[in-house]
């Protein structure tokens, strides 16, 4: 039976415009919209006219659901903590010994549980995850996003380096680490419920410097013989950066090719040292970039030219990087897409002359974020989805326009409107969520 749903729609038609319309959409069974049709039509008025028909409040409009590209789902737990601290001692100290402790399938439950009910009252509709080394607590992962209707990519970690994983938390060898990898893509694919996909297993190296070359090769051969996405972080940091280039005399895209891990919509995470033979790369291989503006300000020490990406056509996306990341909401990463890159064209040290200071033309727009927000982060992942579309999956978030700080007026045109949801969206703008034509939230059930 299809469904009609009925409101104003803000969408992305390019990183550059939106559009802003009332429009009566018919989603079929499968979740697919099979019309938009707009208001002031012989069309609209019989759709609009069905006694099923969902209608939207006058003071609100839907948006494309949020894709999230880059989610260290263990690290929920320590959000908002010891990101004073550098980036080594963050991850001994603090990070390892907590994705550790996810031997044990309990405690993952409730993390899992509250993490992914947090990000869809956040907007967030799809989501990709890297989950630990741990196949059972990974599967409690995949299960939760069923059981709460998340579109889930979700990765079993794969590290094996002695020199660089801690010894209570890393595969033992690089075989290990691939027998692994394969058991945990056959069962995510064979999960009770997930007869439609709405869960995809993710091969994922943590990095280059915790993987030997054993490992990766294996890795790529595994993602070529399954068919299977693949996510991991390149060139976050100077440190990252330069341990990649005296290990194997590349950068790590072009490592990563090497291995074979470089294909159809991989994601790399962060990704701020690229310079643009990197990223023509990446395009070439149709992969994608998870821009994570904020555990970027922390850990990465550089920005990501999001101008140059875009001018560039290379897939690009936003990453919350929870927990590198303190904020679960993809508009918070948003914003500060924003800022940074205006900061990155202005500069930043007073004490230098205006023309030294920064690298022009460097600013994205609002408009370019909210893209990166929404159709970005979905094609990325090469998901139909991100513009409420016919043809793409109706995947949406109901924004309240006069909730919270958010200020909607009639006569806002679509580009107004984007720039006061990027700045002002939060839980507490959002209404219903749907994913897949199913809604899967009507409000808030707990704080964020």
């Known amino acids: 039976m299809t469904e009609t749903i009925i409101g104003r729609v803000l969408t992305s038609e390019t990183p550059q415009s939106t559009r802003l319309e009332n429009v009566a959409l018919l989603v079929d069974t499968d979740g697919t919209i099979q019309e938009r049709t707009l208001q002031d039509t012989a069309r609209y008025d019989a759709l609009s006219g069905r006694k099923d028909a969902v209608w939207l409040p006058d003071d609100a409009l839907f948006i494309p659901g949020l894709t999230d590209l880059h989610i260290h789902a263990p690290q929920w737990p320590q959000a908002g903590m010891a990101l004073d601290r550098p980036l080594e001692d963050w991850l001994g100290t603090y990070t390892f010994p907590l994705e550790a402790r996810y031997a044990d399938p309990a405690f993952a439950e409730s993390v899992y549980d509250d993490l992914v009910r947090t ?121 990252e950066h330069q341990h990649v280039l005296d290990r194997t005399g590349q950068t790590d895209t072009h490592a990563l090719d090497r291995f074979g891990l470089l294909r159809d919509h991989t994601v790399l995470a962060h990704a701020g040292f690229l310079d643009q033979t990197d990223r023509t790369l990446v395009k070439n291989r149709n992969a994608a970039l998870a821009h994570c503006p904020i555990s970027n300000a922390f850990f990465a020490g550089a920005a990501l030219p999001v101008r140059d990406v875009l001018d560039e056509h290379v897939h690009c996306g936003l990453g919350t990087d929870i ?126």
């Open 323 to 448: 927990s590198g990341g303190y904020s679960p909401s993809i508009f918070e990463n948003a914003r500060q897409a924003v800022l940074t890159s205006r900061l990155l064209e202005s500069g930043t040290n007073p004490h230098l002359p205006v023309s030294e200071r920064g690298l022009p033309k460097s600013r994205i727009d609002f408009q370019e974020a909210f893209w990166l927000a929404t159709r970005g982060g979905a094609e990325a992942l090469g998901v139909s989805a991100g513009q409420l579309m016919p043809g793409q999956m109706f995947d949406a978030v109901e924004i309240l326009g006069t909730s919270g700080a958010l200020r909607l007026h009639p006569k806002d045109d679509a580009a107004t409107c984007a720039q006061k949801i990027v700045c002002h969206a939060s839980s507490q703008t959002i209404g219903r969520v749907w994913v897949n034509g199913r809604q899967i939230k009507e409000k808030a059930s707990h704080p964020c």
């Open 119 to 239: 990000l869809l009252e956040n907007g967030t509709t799809t989501a990709l995850y890297f989950a630990t080394i741990h196949k059972e607590a990974s599967l409690v992962l995949a299960r939760t996003c069923l059981r709460y209707g998340q579109r889930g990519f979700v990765g079993l970690v794969a590290m094996d380096h002695p020199d660089l994983c801690p010894p209570d938390y890393r595969q033992t060898s690089a075989q290990e680490a691939l027998d692994a990898t394969r058991r945990f893509i056959e069962a995510v694919r064979t999960l009770p419920g997930n007869e439609y996909g709405l869960v995809q297993p993710v091969i994922t190296p943590r990095f280059i410097p915790a993987c030997s070359d054993a490992l990766l090769e294996g890795l790529g051969a595994l993602a070529a013989e399954l068919n299977v996405r693949v996510q991991t972080h390149a060139s976050e940091s100077d440190w």
